[in-house]
């Protein structure tokens, strides 16, 4: 919970029209939608997170790999969406969960996601840590 009060209080801060979702395993943890964010959002959120649990890695990175090869797409269908936003959260290197955003353009969606995780100390695979110093440097 507390991870999903701090997205929050950043989402406000930063007055984005953002839905977060937090996932423990498949079990929704946490939910909130602000601005003009619905059912629509929250059903992006989970084909990003297909993509998340397939690579094990953020969305944002697997949508730049697809975008450099489309073949890692192979066997994937419309459910999956290569969109910017989810970053996985692992405990002691085996994926547990993730932190999700939509509703704002993919590179806003990921780097507010990423700085909500980077804020409370969870920190995401170490390709995607290095993926959010670089994008939140723009």
């Known amino acids: 919970v507390k991870l999903g009060e701090i997205a929050v209080g950043v989402i406000r801060e930063?007055?984005?029209?953002?839905?977060?979702?937090?996932?423990i395993g498949d079990e929704l943890a946490y939910r909130a939608q602000l601005g003009r964010t619905g059912q629509g959002n929250a059903?992006?959120?989970q084909g990003k997170i297909l993509v998340v649990k397939k690579f094990g890695h953020s969305s944002l990175l697997a949508r730049?790999?697809?975008?450099?090869?489309?073949?890692?797409?192979?066997?994937?269908d419309e459910?999956?969406?290569f969109w910017g936003?989810?970053?996985?959260?692992?405990?002691?290197?085996?994926l547990v969960g993730s932190i999700g955003t939509s509703g704002e353009p993919d590179v806003v969606d990921q780097v507010q996601v990423a700085g909500d995780q980077v804020g409370v100390g969870v920190l995401p695979h170490p390709g995607d840590e290095a993926l959010g110093r670089a994008l939140s440097s723009r």
């Open 14 to 23: 930063w007055d984005r029209n953002l839905a977060v979702d937090i996932h």
């Open 64 to 76: 730049l790999k697809r975008d450099a090869d489309p073949s890692i797409a192979d066997g994937t």
């Open 79 to 81: 459910s999956y969406k």
């Open 85 to 94: 936003g989810v970053i996985p959260i692992f405990v002691d290197g085996e």
């Open 43 to 45: 059903d992006v959120i």
